[in-house]
């Protein structure tokens, strides 16, 4: 009997670590083989991607542009968005629009948003756009680097899913991309707030996922370990060789891969690999492991 619910206990790690997911990308890609259907025709000709100029935000833009989608940036510096706009729209041959807007300003910029977005027919929207505290305690995270994180982490991407979800549902499709992050599964100490804004994001999107079941629309949310953004700079140095820390067009070709093959991924394989070997840890030797990554960094700076 023992050996029996070992095996069920196994078996339900297994599924619910990689199984899954894995599954869905097989058979999603046997039915886009199939279909030979295009994201365009599946889900609408624009994407909108926030946090767009940069990092993983730019590399999904550029993925999802040579996929024939026209896109939508927004970003807050204006000269990035012009050029990045510039460089896609003669790349790829899309409609390349932007809007410049600073997420860190609050509830007030949703309602100008909301217009500026509703002349056109959005098929697929990446909320990418977040915010890294400097590295450190939470005891020493400033009240405006809290604010900032839970505008950026948290409002953006639940305002912006609430504020396009129902034009996607009237058209009966759709698909809302989260980026979260593996902080999203375990905690990490010297990152306190930022793994709790990714958890957010990971149980939102799980739980939009299925109630969005039968509505054409879909919701997908992306957690991979560490890539090499301009937020992970302060620390990506002194990350030891075992922890694989990836380039943001990597993760974005393989994330964009992804899109409606599974409503939960890592987004790169090798990063599913790295998170299943975290899974084997128990939580609490997984979250001491999490913030040794970091204490080195973290003593350097006092």
């Given amino acids: 009997m023992f050996w029996w619910i070992g095996v069920y206990a196994v078996l339900l790690w ?4 990689f199984l899954e997911s894995l599954s869905s ?12 259907e295009k994201l ?6 624009w994407a909108v991607i926030t946090g ?6 730019k590399c999904y833009a550029e993925c999802l542009a040579s996929k024939g989608l026209n896109i939508m940036l927004i970003s807050r510096t204006e000269s990035k968005l012009i050029k990045v706009a510039s460089e896609i729209e003669q790349k790829y041959g899309v409609e390349t629009r932007w809007i410049q807007v600073d997420f860190s300003d609050g509830p007030h910029i949703y309602a100008d948003l909301r217009e500026k977005l509703a002349s056109i027919d959005i098929g697929l929207l990446v909320n990418n756009v977040g915010f890294l505290p400097e590295l450190g305690s939470f005891a020493q995270n400033t009240e405006s680097d809290l604010l900032t994180l839970i505008n950026l982490n948290v409002m953006a991407t639940t305002m912006l899913t609430h504020m396009i979800l129902p034009a996607m549902k009237s058209r009966r499709r759709g698909i809302v991309i989260n980026v979260a992050s593996s902080s999203g599964y375990v905690p990490i100490p010297y990152l306190t707030a930022y793994s709790a804004s990714k958890a957010f994001v990971v149980n939102f999107s799980l739980a939009l996922s299925h109630e969005l079941r039968g509505t054409g629309v879909e919701c997908q949310v992306v957690s991979p370990s ?18 694989l820390v990836l380039e943001p067009d990597q993760m974005a070709r393989w994330g964009v891969f992804t899109i409606g093959k599974t409503a939960h ?5 090798l990063h599913c690999l790295q998170i299943i070997w975290w899974a084997f840890l128990p939580l609490t ?5 999490a913030g040794g990554l970091f204490v080195k960094d973290v003593n350097k700076m006092k």
């Fill in 40 to 45: 365009s025709q599946r889900y609408g000709p």
């Fill in 25 to 36: 990308v097989i058979w999603g890609t046997i039915r886009s083989v199939v279909r030979k």
């Fill in 285 to 289: 030797l997984a979250i001491r492991f």
């Fill in 14 to 17: 297994a599924y619910n670590s």
């Fill in 265 to 269: 991924t890592c987004g790169h394989w």
């Fill in 226 to 243: 560490i890539v090499q953004t301009n937020m992970a700079h302060q620390y990506t140095d002194g990350i030891p060789w075992y922890v």
């Fill in 52 to 57: 767009a100029t940069d990092g993983i935000g």
